[in-house]
């Protein structure tokens, strides 16, 4: 059961990336193109995550998953900073 909530965490996120990519090209807001960014990292954390406690249990990648959720919520947090200038 677990290793469908996983993959469905990805597919949410990669799905919310898509959405957003497709509303920057239409509109060039850059806070659609910083979100879109979170959003894949977090799809890329999701697949990272389901790797990491299904694909290869005795492996541990959680400082590599922490990684890339720090860099897609960081440039987030960047581009919420940048814009309200």
């Keep these: 059961m677990a ?3 996983y993959a469905l965490c990805a ?3 990669a799905t919310c ?3 957003l990519v497709r509303a ?5 807001m850059r806070l659609l193109f910083w979100s879109a960014f979170c959003f ?3 799809a890329l954390n999701s697949v990272t995550v389901f790797i990491d ?3 290869v249990p005795q492996t541990d ?3 590599f998953r922490s990684l890339i959720a720090l860099t897609g919520l960081g440039g987030l947090l960047f581009a919420l900073i940048w814009e309200t200038r």
């Design 61 to 63: 990648l959680g400082i």
């Design 24 to 28: 920057y090209r239409r509109n060039r």
């Design 40 to 42: 894949s990292a977090l």
């Design 53 to 55: 406690l299904i694909v």
């Design 3 to 5: 290793e469908v909530v």
């Design 17 to 19: 990336a898509v959405l």
């Design 11 to 13: 597919l949410t996120s």
